[in-house]
């Protein structure tokens, strides 16, 4: 009898495994109507964006320029980036670890590509932030600059919009900015740090 329950347990896990790999490969919505979404598409789309991230993978010495206030000179930090892809080669998993003037930022953020929206999405935390950040965005047609956008408090303490990009100069040399709007509606850089890859 206990085997008979083990072997039924065990049908049904994998019918809930595989049906819950179906639902990843085809993701719908309540909503859906016939039409509204073209899946091969986007499961091409997300094949081509995890092509792109994994050459992102391996170990970054970053140099950086901070703002550590609106219009004060830029600090120079330096760090270190580790990148692999994870959860079954679906995101890209980054710590960054800086020193900045003696003062250690940790930052961490898991990448990769939403099929339900069709788009790059990607969640950040770090040391000195005020909220986790959720960020949306997309690859440019020269397959080289990721550009992500979210909301989140500005440097004078209101909400605003964030813009990070990631272009590749080279397979061994990244450049990361992030900038944001400021109060009178300008795009205001707080941060530009260059990668080398670690050979």
């Not at 080669?89 to 898991?110: C, T, Y």
């Not at 992500?148 to 990009?165: H, N, S, V, W």
Request: with cysteine.
């Amino acid at each position: 009898m206990t085997r008979a329950l083990c072997f039924l347990a065990g049908c049904v896990l994998t019918a809930a495994l595989l049906s819950g790999l179906a639902a990843v490969q085809r993701p719908a919505c309540a909503d859906d109507k016939p039409g509204d979404v073209d899946w091969d598409a986007r499961l091409k789309a997300q094949a081509t964006a995890l092509a792109f991230l994994k050459t992102l993978e391996g170990t970054w010495d970053g140099v950086a320029q901070v703002m550590t206030a609106p219009g004060r000179p830029m600090v120079e930090a330096k760090g270190v980036k580790t990148v692999e892809m994870g959860c079954g080669g679906k995101w890209l998993i980054a710590d960054f670890k800086m020193d900045m003037a003696g003062s250690p930022l940790h930052s961490h953020n898991v990448l990769g590509y939403d099929l339900k929206k069709g788009k790059y999405a990607a969640v950040w935390v770090d040391g000195k932030a005020l909220t986790l950040d959720l960020n949306e965005g997309e690859l440019d047609a020269t397959g080289k600059v990721l550009t992500l956008r979210y909301e989140g408090p500005g440097l004078e303490g209101k909400p605003t919009r964030f813009t990070r990009t990631l272009t590749v100069q080279d397979p061994n040399t990244h450049l990361y900015t992030l900038s944001y709007l400021d109060a009178a509606g300008k795009e205001a850089l707080v941060v530009t740090i260059t990668f080398k890859r670690r050979r």
